[in-house]
């Protein structure tokens, strides 16, 4: 299953982020990464669950 995540979707509208992961694990990696950009060092589980539910999966 392939994941496709656009930050403006789960709430940033300003941030043009888009990340496309092979797997639920590459995505909560990757987006760990990304919310750094946003002032978020250590992302809890439940802001990931957000993120991940709000990803589009293929």
Do not use: W
């Not at 392939?2 to 888009?18: I, K, L, Q, V």
Request: proline share 3%.
């Amino acid at each position: 299953m392939t994941y496709d995540f656009h930050c403006r979707d789960a709430g940033a509208p300003s941030c043009g982020t888009h990340i496309k992961a092979e797997s639920e694990q590459e995505l909560r990696e990757k987006l760990t990464e990304h919310l750094r950009k946003h002032d978020v060092e250590t992302p809890n589980e439940t802001l990931l669950d957000h993120l991940v539910a709000s990803a589009e999966q293929r």
